[in-house]
């Protein structure tokens, strides 16, 4: 079955220091890699995606990924966090034959990363 | 783009009563997707419609559940006869298709019920 995991359920970070937040799937191909963050009583926002090509991607508010093969994994990173960054992240990944051939493309989410910044 | 609006925001209904949840998708966006999410959890994947067309339903879950989009604009999604366990947010989504794939979200309705 398709899962994406998420290791770190809470994340404590100081503001001005970097993050790393873990998101690992397994899929039968490789997915379409997403991360959204939510903020409390929001609904969720696109950070960034990966679809193929450079496995080294670019999103918005400072936020990078690195998709891995070999560790099936896609990590975000962000080198200062600020304190408005504290919300939940959540890593997403959807089905690429799914996509092309019109099937149901839902994602199938982790369980979240809730991110607390310290002063 | 105005993004994904969802109405109401906030839901509360007792036991045994039926809820009807609206979702207006941005405009031009073809395929759109219900998920709800549960406290502590990621949106869990319901329904998907291309245009008017449901094609994915069998991740609802019961048959309580229903959804609809009848001229392919916004959506409606129903639960009948609601339970406590029925408490989560809803989530809508859309995209556009023709090799877009990313999904926007809209903010969600908050369900309560007691």
Wanted: glycine residues 10%; charged residues 20%; proline residues 5%.
């Amino acid at each position: 079955a398709q899962s994406v995991t998420q290791p770190d359920i809470h994340i404590t970070v100081s503001e001005g220091a970097s993050l790393e937040l873990r998101c690992n799937y397994s899929y039968g191909a490789t997915p379409y890699l997403f991360w959204y963050v939510q903020s409390p009583g929001q609904g969720l926002q696109l950070l960034l995606k990966y679809f193929s090509g450079d496995t080294l991607v670019q999103g918005i508010k400072g936020f990078e990924a690195e998709f891995k093969r070999s560790q099936s994994s896609f990590n975000l990173r962000k080198p200062s966090v600020h304190w408005s960054d504290a919300a939940e992240y959540f890593c997403a990944a959807g089905d690429p034959g799914k996509y092309s051939g019109g099937g149901a493309d839902g994602l199938t989410f982790g369980k979240g990363t809730h991110l607390i910044i310290q002063p | 783009d105005t993004g994904v609006s969802q109405n109401p925001r906030h839901k509360i209904t007792k036991r045994g009563q039926n809820v009807t949840f609206r979702c207006d998708p941005i405009s031009e966006h073809n395929r759109l997707y219900w998920y709800r999410q549960t406290l502590g959890q990621g949106p869990e994947f319901l329904t998907y419609f291309q245009n008017e067309a449901q094609l994915e339903k069998s991740r609802l879950l019961s048959d309580r559940f229903s959804a609809e989009r009848p001229k392919g604009s916004f959506s409606t999604l129903e639960i009948q006869r609601t339970e406590q366990g029925d408490s989560a947010m809803y989530l809508c989504a859309s995209r556009r298709g023709n090799g877009a794939y990313e999904q926007y979200f809209g903010p969600g309705t908050r369900l309560t019920v007691t």
